[in-house]
């Protein structure tokens, strides 16, 4: 199978299970509140049309016993969501007729507000619990791992040696956070509205002041901080040229051909379009200072590869697990947020990166990894929790924030205010979806 199918199947995999998860949410507190649900389907059956249904088509002739349950489960033809109708409530099919008719007790509109606001959250919070069980599980099977800022400099890109850094700087702390993982400081310091970033250079201690005119740029821009890898060998396979010279591994490359090389990266600058050349290397070894020869293959590749420093790994039993994926659940739901609020900030630019089907998608991997897919699914998850916490009419949210209302005032909108308000929601994220999409189709032709 190719890599863009095998993202594609990815992607209808996740989307299908989220979907289901935030429907089951709406469902089973309906159920709970004895509320009739009508439909509850995959994907939308836009004019009636539906791949499977349990009162339609040929499912419904081999098992003709759900024909008579109250609910409809089907699966659309249009893989764009899902829906859980709830009877008795105004939502995306704006079906008005039956809101003409006298209220029902097992209608959605007579319950209760706290009742109605359990629906309409129920869906979100299926999202976070759904999160925090695939996290528990992912770091219970696979642990974590991440590089140690404290244990790592950093090679400066042209765009961050604008900013004032330099290679082989430590970053300390980021106003007062003191990150851990390095390769999140480039996302913390745009996420975080950084204002000082304090750095060990050499022997000193500095301050550099965040420009926030920067922040589009940041947010732009991959790869601002790259690990200063000083070249000390830790592998080198028998496909290197070099295999077989005489290299150890803990030996340090600190020259080829008489030009100093502090880090990995300087190393690659004296390969670049030297096929098949052979140079001089000059290496330390237990204190003592060898000259061996150092080459490249056709590709001008020399397959020397270094020790990356500050790998932390952690295993978690079961009970470690639990508390910890709680955790990393909340820190990724303050993390979108503050993505979210960046989105909302148009001096950041972060509106830019907004993507559609295809930005999910393409950050599926290539080959089939659980480990990915899994982490994957709860950021997924909770991005769509949030997204649908939004107060936005048409979004659990909107009407979340029309429940909070009724609750305060004690005056219930009309079904007109609210069959309103749901097409001014669905116009809203109909833009925001073609506006993603939008983004999209330009990364492509960027």
């Not at 290397?281 to 003592?288: E, I, K, Q």
């Not at 308000?421 to 809203?428: P, S, T």
Request: glycine share 8%; aromatic share 12%; proline share 4%.
């Amino acid at each position: 199978m190719s890599a863009a199918l095998l993202k594609i199947l990815q992607l209808i995999v996740a989307l299908s299970v989220l979907i289901l998860v935030h429907e089951a949410g709406h469902f089973t507190f309906s159920k709970l509140f004895k509320t009739r649900v009508d439909k509850f389907f995959l994907f939308f059956d836009i004019g009636g049309k539906a791949l499977l249904s349990t009162k339609h088509g040929w499912f419904a002739k081999l098992f003709p016993r759900f024909k008579d349950s109250e609910t409809e489960y089907g699966i659309g033809w249009l893989p764009l969501g899902g829906y859980c109708k709830v009877c008795g409530m105004v939502d995306e099919s704006l079906d008005m007729e039956a809101l003409k008719a006298e209220p029902q007790p097992w209608e959605f509109r007579t319950k209760k507000a706290w009742q109605r606001m359990l629906i309409m959250a129920g869906g979100v919070l299926y999202n976070f619990i759904f999160a925090i069980l695939l996290y528990i599980a992912a770091l219970q099977i696979w642990g974590t791992s991440y590089y140690n800022n404290q244990e790592n400099r950093i090679f400066a890109s042209e765009l961050a040696q604008e900013m004032g850094f330099q290679t082989g700087d430590r970053i300390l702390a980021l106003d007062d956070y003191v990150p851990t993982d390095f390769f999140a400081l480039q996302a913390d310091i745009a996420r975080r509205d950084v204002k000082v970033v304090t750095v060990e250079r050499g022997s000193d201690t500095l301050q550099l002041y965040i420009d926030r005119s920067y922040i589009p740029q940041i947010i732009s821009t991959p790869g601002m901080f790259d690990i200063a890898v000083p070249y000390v060998i830790d592998t080198i396979p028998p496909k290197s040229p070099n295999y077989g010279l005489g290299y150890r591994k803990g030996d340090r490359i600190i020259a080829v051909d008489s030009v100093k090389i502090d880090f990995l990266q300087d190393a690659r600058g004296l390969f670049a379009n030297k096929p098949n050349a052979e140079m001089t290397a000059t290496l330390v070894r237990d204190g003592d200072t060898l000259t061996l020869p150092i080459r490249t293959d056709s590709t001008s590749m020399a397959f020397i590869y270094a020790h990356i420093p500050g790998l932390c790994t952690r295993e978690y039993g079961f009970f470690e697990a639990i508390p910890a994926g709680v955790e990393l659940t909340f820190s990724t739901i303050g993390s979108y947020l503050r993505d979210l609020k960046m989105v909302m900030s148009p001096s950041t630019g972060a509106y830019k990166s907004v993507g559609s089907f295809l930005t999910i998608a393409d950050a599926m991997p290539t080959s089939w990894n659980w480990q990915i897919f899994v982490r994957l699914l709860g950021l997924l998850s909770i991005m769509l929790g949030v997204m649908n916490l939004l107060p936005i009419p048409a979004l659990d949210g909107g009407h979340i924030v029309f429940l909070i209302y009724e609750m305060i005032t004690g005056r219930k909108p009309s079904d007109k205010f609210m069959q309103v308000a749901q097409m001014i929601g669905m116009v809203l994220i109909l833009l925001l979806m073609l506006f993603a999409c939008g983004n999209d189709i330009g990364r492509l032709f960027r």
